[in-house]
């Protein structure tokens, strides 16, 4: 049976200092869960401080971004090897925040989901349309596109945590309705089984960002093909985190 995953995208918050405090009282107030992995995606400079607090305990440690090669002249950037170094376990790849801001395209995303795989780690790919993509119908049509370009000769689908984001729901407080997302997931899943297979389809996560909070976690999580969350500010807060964890 396939676990659950909630997961906090701190994006640009937290000093390390910071961060230590949160994840020591994250292991105190949360529990080893046997339905559910709960992973941080701290900043990079927090990355090593909080890998060595996190070691041997249930909390899995994951990264915002990374660069595409092992390593070179490329000023700026870090590589999978060094986040394997230090025990990060998952990466997000094509954060929405990554495509707009900082022109990340889905031949990029593909590269990077593509080396993560190769050094050990899961990667997260996003994907999620526009408001203007939403309101003229064409939902399906981005989230089809997003996926074969950023999967285009990518094998390793049981590593992959797929996370669904529409644009408009991300730090908007206006979160898609659970049966928004259960349809887009379903559709990601059917696309997924189309090319890899039902039995892999089913075993690998969808999960949903936007505006998720302690108000619509428990109803999202009822539906049967939402199988996590990606949380961005309500994860800054030890209470709000804490008790979207703890879901019922
Ligand atoms: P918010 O939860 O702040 O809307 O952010 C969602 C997100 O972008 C997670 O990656």
Known sequence: MKKTLIAGNWKMNKTPTESITFVK???ERTKNYNDRDILICPPFTSLYPISTVLKNTFLFLGAQNVF???KGAFTGEISPLMLKD?????VICGHSERRNIFGETDEIINKKIKKV???GINPILCIGEKLEERETGKTFEIIKKQLEN???DFEDIEKLTIAYEPIWAIGTGK?????QVEEVHTFIRNWVGKKYGQNISDSIRVIYGGSVSPENID??????????VL???ASLDIDKFSRIIDYK
């Open 25 to 27: 009282d994250l292991l």
């Open 68 to 70: 595409y090669e092992e």
């Open 86 to 90: 230090i025990g990060v376990d998952f």
């Open 117 to 119: 795989v190769q050094n």
């Open 150 to 152: 950023c999967l285009i």
């Open 175 to 179: 979160n898609a309705t659970p049966q």
């Open 219 to 228: 109803d999202l999580m009822k539906e049967k093909d939402i199988d996590g």
């Open 231 to 233: 949380v961005g500010g």
